[in-house]
């Protein structure tokens, strides 16, 4: 399943009903790289990545080669299915001035995430906190829209957890 790689989008050829041959020619279009994987299918060519910043390379070079035929869908979390179900939790390290910082532990806590740590010297602060991956797409163009776009943040996984809410992420 790529446990590695929590988040996906769906692309396909708007000018074919044929999705799997689309997504077969594109998948040899793309150079492969550790960060993303692709999968053909019925639907369309399904993106796997690590992040949501990892989607963006192969989808913008399907975009040069496809133009405005290219129809992509909205990033979805993978979730681990079974009897249940477990959710991606990340790891998100932030460096930014401490101007900012303010604003963006807000942003954070409004996404549900947890601080693990936070310190600043002189002029920076680095914020580490874990949230589940449904609650942090967007939070890429947030921070650079929060700081000007001068922080440097990594997102990457840390584990799979039980999924504890209902749908629209109220308390199960």
Known sequence: ??????IEQLVRRTDTRF????????????????????CPSRKGLHVLAQNEDCLSAPIE??????????AVDEPLVR????????????HIRICLELGYQD???RSLLLRGATAKEEHS????????????LARLIGLPAELRQLTSDSA???IVLSHYALVTRGPGGAAA
Do not use: C
Not at 1 to 6: Q, S, W
Not at 20 to 37: I, M, N, P, Q, Y
């Open 152 to 154: 440097r943040y990594w």
């Open 19 to 38: 999705q799997l041959g689309f997504a077969t020619e594109a998948k040899e279009r793309v150079s492969a790289r550790d960060e993303f994987a692709l």
């Open 103 to 105: 604003a963006v532990r």
């Open 61 to 70: 070079a399907l975009r040069q080669v496809y133009g405005p035929k290219l």
């Open 1 to 6: 399943m790529n446990f590695h790689l929590p």
């Open 79 to 90: 979730l681990i299915e079974g009897v249940q179900i477990q959710e991606p939790i990340m």
């Open 121 to 132: 010297r002189s002029r920076l602060a680095v914020l580490r906190y874990e949230a589940p």
